[in-house]
């Protein structure tokens, strides 16, 4: 499969609450294969961008995407990942290189600046994601070459100050959920009372433990359906929206 990707991000602030969005399309066919927004917390607009960019790439993996064709509005973005500005900025700096390994992955792979008129869908996304403080579904419309509509826009359960028991609730529903380990693997870009820290290891199933953030919760369910009830599939590994460290998810069994 050959993707064209359309990616923005955005925060009211800076830094402030953000959001991004994410477009895949199948080159091939001209039909839409994933359309969401997805609410990240608080983050700067660049950080935004670089999680749109993270984010778009890892799905595309996940639907074996031979090579990608990704389109921006972040000049300064686009600039950096092709090597005409460097990165300076601590924040950045281990997006950026996120981002260049997840991009080895492919064939090949493209980045573009577009202007924001031709960037519409994917900020509409961004301001979804933003209006409600939660991740947004698009349903594909298989039957056509339109987008689909809205499939789902679920609110998070978890309480947005700090650490806190909550019930995450995952995309596939009916199903029972393995045990999951998750490794904090990097120092977190943020300290917040409550979030990651380092070396951390937490063991859980659908319900988050009372010590474990649950932004770092959520983004790991986010990403849990690229591994199988039975545990095959890669490790997977997330980055907690709340405080920017990186973790290593794997499945017990």
Not at 99 to 108: G, H, I, P, R, V
């Amino acid at each position: 499969m050959n993707l064209s990707i359309h990616i923005d991000g955005g925060a009211r602030g800076n830094p402030g609450p953000a959001g991004i969005g994410v477009i895949l399309k199948d080159q091939d066919t001209g039909k839409y294969v994933h359309e969401a927004g997805f609410y990240i917390g608080r983050a700067t607009n660049n950080v935004a961008e670089y999680s749109a960019l993270i984010r778009s790439l890892e799905l595309a993996e996940s639907y074996q995407a031979k090579s990608v064709m990704i389109h921006s509005d972040s000049e300064l973005m686009v600039k950096q990942i092709t090597g005409v500005y460097k990165v300076k900025s601590p924040d950045l700096k281990e997006l950026y290189q996120h981002a260049q390994m997840l991009m080895l992955k492919f064939d090949t792979w493209q980045i573009k600046h577009v202007y924001r008129e031709q960037n519409k869908r994917a900020d509409q996304l961004v301001n979804m994601a933003l209006d409600g403080k939660t991740d947004i579904q698009i349903t594909p419309d298989t039957s056509s070459n339109s987008s689909g509509s809205v499939a789902s826009a679920e609110q998070s359960a978890a309480s947005r100050n700090g650490a806190a028991e909550a019930k995450i609730t995952p995309s596939r529903t009916g199903e029972q959920y393995p045990k999951w380990t998750a490794t904090v693997t990097s120092q977190p870009a943020r300290q917040y009372p409550g979030g990651c820290e380092a070396g951390q290891v937490f063991t859980f199933g659908p319900s988050t433990p009372a010590d474990m953030c649950v932004y770092a919760a959520q983004a790991m369910f986010a990403e849990s359906p690229v591994t199988d009830l039975n545990g095959n599939g890669p490790k997977v590994t997330v980055r907690c929206p709340r405080c920017g460290a990186m973790i290593r998810v794997e499945m017990q069994n």
